[in-house]
């Protein structure tokens, strides 16, 4: 019998890892037209498209933007019969400037809402102020803790016992705008960047959806 009782839905039979708030998905008036930027493997957008296949999350993904050419999120996109559009920083001479091209083909495909799932690269003003308040990021650590890149690494270093991750609104600052959803993950002794990292993506493929819908139902 603890002295301390606890509340809500951490029993580990149940939930073994703690989400706050509950990842209920809030009903929407209209669906949610996104755009999703991402450089990488692609599960977190997979698992926005699949949560809007099951119809728990009311919103269309207007548009894939990568940065990546051998980027893997784009076959998944292919795969979802959802439009891919490359733009390679590479070619770009400034951060801004590909920031304008990012916000001309976010217009082009009439998004409202932008989700950077897995982008690695720092956003400037210029794309957020086209999306005011409206740019969200999904990031591996528990923030304030672990900022920036190798997020998984820094929290394995520093010896912390949980970690997890934390959809945020976007803000100049890196990965510093106001939390929406956040989930707790342990780290177990022999944990690895690798095996750490897999069991923080599950919880991160259970918050991305609920917490873009939350985000879509507060000021
Ligand atoms: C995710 O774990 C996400 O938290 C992280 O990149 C991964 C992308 O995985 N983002 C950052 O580190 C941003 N600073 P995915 O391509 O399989 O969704």
């Known amino acids: 019998m603890t002295d301390y009782p606890l509340q809500g839905d951490v029993n580990p039979d149940v939930n073994p890892y703690l989400i706050s708030p509950p990842p209920e998905i809030p009903a929407l008036p209209s669906p949610l037209?996104?755009?999703?930027?991402a450089s990488g493997s692609g599960s977190n957008f997979a698992a926005i498209a699949q949560a809007i296949a099951d119809d728990t999350l009311n919103a269309?993904?207007?548009?894939?933007?990568?940065?990546?050419?051998?980027?893997?999120?784009?076959?998944?996109?292919?795969?979802w019969q959802i439009p891919t559009v490359l733009l390679n920083h590479r070619r770009f001479p400034?951060?801004?400037?590909?920031?304008?091209?990012?916000?001309?083909?976010?217009?082009?495909?009439?998004?409202?809402?932008?989700?950077?799932?897995?982008?690695?690269?720092?956003?400037?003003?210029i794309l957020l102020a086209a999306f005011p308040?409206?740019?969200?990021?999904?990031?591996?650590?528990?923030?304030?803790?672990?900022?920036?890149?190798?997020?998984?690494?820094?929290?394995?270093a520093a010896g912390v016992k949980i970690t997890g991750c934390t959809v945020h609104r976007v803000v100049p600052e890196v990965d510093s705008g106001a939390i929406l959803m956040q989930a707790a993950v342990?780290?177990?002794?022999?944990?690895?960047?690798?095996?750490?990292?897999?069991?923080?993506?599950?919880?991160?493929?259970?918050?991305?959806?609920?917490?873009?819908?939350?985000?879509?139902?507060m000021p």
């Open 60 to 79: 269309q993904i207007q548009v894939l933007i990568y940065n990546n050419p051998d980027a893997k999120v784009a076959v998944r996109a292919e795969k």
């Open 94 to 125: 400034h951060r801004e400037a590909l920031d304008r091209e990012i916000v001309q083909t976010l217009e082009t495909y009439e998004v409202d809402w932008v989700v950077m799932a897995g982008w690695m690269r720092v956003v400037t003003p």
């Open 133 to 156: 308040n409206q740019v969200l990021n999904i990031h591996p650590s528990l923030l304030p803790s672990f900022k920036g890149v190798r997020a998984v690494e820094q929290a394995l």
């Open 186 to 217: 342990p780290i177990l002794p022999g944990d690895t960047v690798a095996s750490l990292q897999a069991r923080i993506q599950v919880q991160e493929h259970r918050i991305f959806p609920p917490a873009i819908a939350l985000a879509a139902t």
């Open 33 to 37: 037209r996104l755009g999703v930027l």
